[in-house]
């Protein structure tokens, strides 16, 4: 499984989205991942946030399975793709993760999926706190600690329920 993250994307994301989520952000993090999903034969792919993996078929042979010249190649056109989407200077690192076995497999998504889902709750807790005048400090003292029923209550006490939150913000997309 290559796995590619934005490098300094928080503060790329300060400067140039939307928060909590971004749908302009979300298309340029789709793209991305297709253009690098299409140049490397993968099998499957999936994005959240500014991360995105992709599963190789096992008889992959690309680049005689060199994996140096896949990471660096995956990152370079996952860096200029998102560039030219968005206009701005962006960057990606590379990575490998091998799961030997279809369970590994399995196992890997599911987590990124509960990961996203996570981080999802989070950001928009985080951002609708901050929206209504709370500074970094007390967000984050608010958020602290807070069960994920709590963080279910805090938004739905701004006129938020997280269920009707689009479906790409709180777990990705394939």
């Not at 909590?20 to 946030?49: C, I, K, N």
């Amino acid at each position: 499984i290559l796995r590619l993250d934005g490098r300094g994307f928080s503060r790329f994301t300060e400067a140039h989205c939307e928060k909590p989520f971004d749908r302009l952000f979300h298309e340029w993090m789709v793209s991305t991942t297709q253009a690098v999903f299409e140049e490397f034969s993968g099998l499957y792919a999936y994005t959240e946030s500014d991360e995105i993996s992709i599963l190789f078929p096992r008889e992959w042979e690309l680049f005689d399975r060199e994996i140096e010249k896949l990471l660096s190649l995956s990152a370079g056109l996952a860096s200029a793709t998102f560039a030219i989407s968005c206009g701005a200077v962006a960057s990606f690192g590379a990575r490998i993760i091998l799961a030997a076995t279809d369970d590994q497999v399995i196992d890997y998504f599911r987590w990124r999926q509960a990961d996203a889902t996570r981080c999802a709750l989070n950001g928009w807790c985080y951002w609708t706190i901050r929206k209504a005048g709370q500074s970094v400090q007390q967000a984050t003292k608010a958020l602290d600690g807070a069960s994920v029923g709590d963080k279910n209550e805090m938004l739905f006490q701004h006129g938020i329920n997280f269920n009707d939150v689009p479906l790409w913000q709180r777990r990705g997309c394939a």
